[in-house]
């Protein structure tokens, strides 16, 4: 479809926040007001609004370093659903990247990584969403981590740096980094659950560990997107109470041209890679 055909692509702005979360949260997704701030102010979203609805779909550009963009917050209405709007608002997010001469990446679900294949991403890694109900003990609060420490093994496991997005994330209220035995955390809030992530560990022991302590240092519920590379993981948790709720698709348009050392247990969410 031509860019041209159907209702005007746009680029919304910070007061479209409300509008963003009534349709993330139509999708039952975790997502606050306060994700779709940060959006409307670091990255661009663009959207299609009708007259006598409003906005009726999104798409997300978040802009990183070294030549890296992440897409997110592809959402249609129920009511507008299968009519092509979200082929033309990612198109709109690839057509930018490819002006700033970004790399994009996105995380998908599997319905949504068949229609992101046919516009030439290709896969890049998969993660598997988890769920903890709740009903932690309380015990006493984990050690502070420190932002730091969380900075320079986030950059080492994705290849670029995202410091702009976990100062952001780690200074909200309620947003804390957690750690101990060489395991590091941030936990923040999410619209449904707290969302633990990114996670890095000296292996999946300390992950393990932390994680176990974190579900009983606060009263949940939890989210964690766990990197399918780190399966071992799975297991454990699962015996511990854990859900699988979903599986995501990393997918990549455009060169490699940021590699990490270092294999993260869990990301940020699928929205922010």
């Keep these: 479809m031509d860019d041209t055909d159907g209702p005007a692509i746009i680029r919304l702005s910070i007061g479209d926040a409300p509008a963003g979360l009534a349709l993330s949260t139509e999708a039952h997704w ?15 979203v663009f959207g299609i609004v009708e007259r006598d609805i409003g906005l009726i779909a999104t798409a997300a550009l978040l802009p990183f370093a070294e030549g890296n963009a992440w897409i997110s917050m592809v959402l249609v209405t129920a009511s507008r659903q299968r009519r092509g709007l979200a082929t033309r608002l990612v198109d709109a997010c690839i057509n930018e990247a490819t002006r700033q001469k ?3 990446w996105l995380d998908a679900t599997p319905a949504g ?3 992101y294949g046919a516009l030439g991403f290709t896969p890049a890694g998969c993660s598997q969403r988890m769920r903890f109900a709740g009903g932690g003990a309380m015990q006493a609060a984990l050690p502070a981590g420190d932002i730091s420490e969380l900075l320079r093994r986030d950059f080492r496991a994705m290849g670029f740096d995202r410091s702009a997005l976990l100062l952001e994330l780690s200074g909200r209220p309620g947003s804390c980094i957690v750690a101990q035995d060489g395991a590091i955390a941030l936990i923040r809030d999410g619209r449904t ?3 633990i992530g990114p996670l890095m560990a000296d292996d999946a022991s300390s992950a393990a ?10 009263t949940g519920p939890f989210l964690l997107d766990l990197n399918n590379a780190r399966s071992e993981l799975i297991d454990e948790l699962a ?8 599986p995501f698709q990393r997918m990549r348009f455009g060169l ?8 993260a247990f869990a990301g940020a969410g699928p929205e922010y890679g």
Excluded: K, M, Y
């Excluded at 560990?209 to 606060?218: D, F, P, W």
């Excluded at 511990?240 to 709720?245: D, H, Q």
């Design 30 to 44: 975790n997502q606050n007001e306060a994700d779709w701030r940060f959006f409307l102010t670091r990255g661009i």
């Design 102 to 104: 970004r790399t994009a």
């Design 113 to 115: 990584a068949t229609v």
């Design 193 to 195: 659950a707290r969302h």
């Design 209 to 218: 560990r932390l994680l176990a302590a974190i579900v009983q240092s606060e």
């Design 239 to 246: 015996a511990a109470g854990w859900s699988n709720e979903r």
């Design 256 to 263: 490699i041209n940021a590699t990490g050392p270092e294999l």
